[in-house]
């Protein structure tokens, strides 16, 4: 019971640079679990970084210790997780829907790799459709937006600029 609670209330956080977003819609929010020991219970909740040396981190793990306080957890542990790594394929269906609607580009699928990666020097991805119009007809104006997380793109048929979140 005060595991599926604290759950329920971990997964209503939002992110900090994308609030139309929970952390648990970017898949960052891994896990929540409660242990008992002589003290009482202790909420463990568990984050993966989108990025290493995300500078949003502090405020998700901070976040997360206020609303579960808030809540009544009056003992709360964030756990950074760095393993398996976090991709933009763990964004739920319902968060890409939440970027469409906020005029973001959602990230495509990450192109499944094993073993070491090589470095190619290869065409360019494909540039996200406009999420405005759907446009195919889209440039790249720069590698980053507000975030390093994100580019910024323009669609040439509708002249809005949009950002992308990149595919990890």
Same mark, same amino acid.
């Given at each position: 019971?005060?595991?599926?609670?604290?759950?329920? +209330? &971990?997964?209503?956080?939002? =992110?900090?640079?994308?609030?139309? *977003?929970?952390?648990?819609?970017?898949? +960052?929010?891994?896990? %929540?679990?409660?242990?008992?020991?002589? !003290? $009482?219970?202790?909420?463990? &909740?568990?984050?993966?970084?989108?990025?290493? $040396?995300?500078?949003?981190m502090a405020?998700?793990? =901070?976040?997360?210790?206020?609303?579960?306080? !808030?809540?009544?957890? !009056?003992?709360?542990? +964030?756990?950074?997780?760095? !393993?398996?790594?976090?991709? @933009? =394929?763990?964004?739920?269906?319902?968060?890409?829907?939440? *970027?469409?609607?906020?005029? *973001?580009?959602?990230? $495509?699928?990450?192109?499944?790799?094993?073993?070491?990666?090589?470095?190619?020097?290869?065409p360019p991805?494909?540039?996200?459709?406009?999420?405005?119009? $759907? @446009?195919? &007809?889209?440039?790249?104006?720069?590698?980053?937006?507000?975030?390093?997380?994100?580019?910024?793109?323009?669609?040439?048929?509708? *002249?809005?600029?949009?950002?992308? %979140?990149?595919?990890?």
């Amino acid at each position: 019971m005060a595991r599926r609670r604290a759950a329920e +209330v &971990a997964g209503q956080v939002r =992110d900090p640079e994308m609030p139309m *977003l929970t952390l648990a819609d970017l898949g +960052v929010l891994r896990g %929540v679990e409660v242990e008992r020991d002589a !003290d $009482g219970e202790l909420v463990v &909740a568990s984050i993966t970084p989108t990025y290493t $040396g995300c500078p949003a981190m502090a405020t998700m793990r =901070d976040d997360l210790v206020h609303r579960l306080n !808030d809540a009544g957890f !009056d003992r709360v542990e +964030v756990r950074i997780v760095l !393993d398996p790594p976090w991709s @933009s =394929d763990w964004i739920s269906e319902r968060g890409r829907a939440a *970027l469409r609607a906020e005029g *973001l580009s959602a990230p $495509g699928p990450v192109r499944k790799r094993q073993g070491p990666v090589p470095l190619t020097l290869g065409p360019p991805r494909p540039a996200p459709p406009c999420p405005r119009c $759907g @446009s195919a &007809a889209t440039r790249l104006t720069s590698e980053f937006g507000a975030t390093a997380c994100k580019a910024l793109y323009r669609c040439t048929d509708c *002249l809005e600029p949009f950002e992308h %979140v990149k595919e990890i």
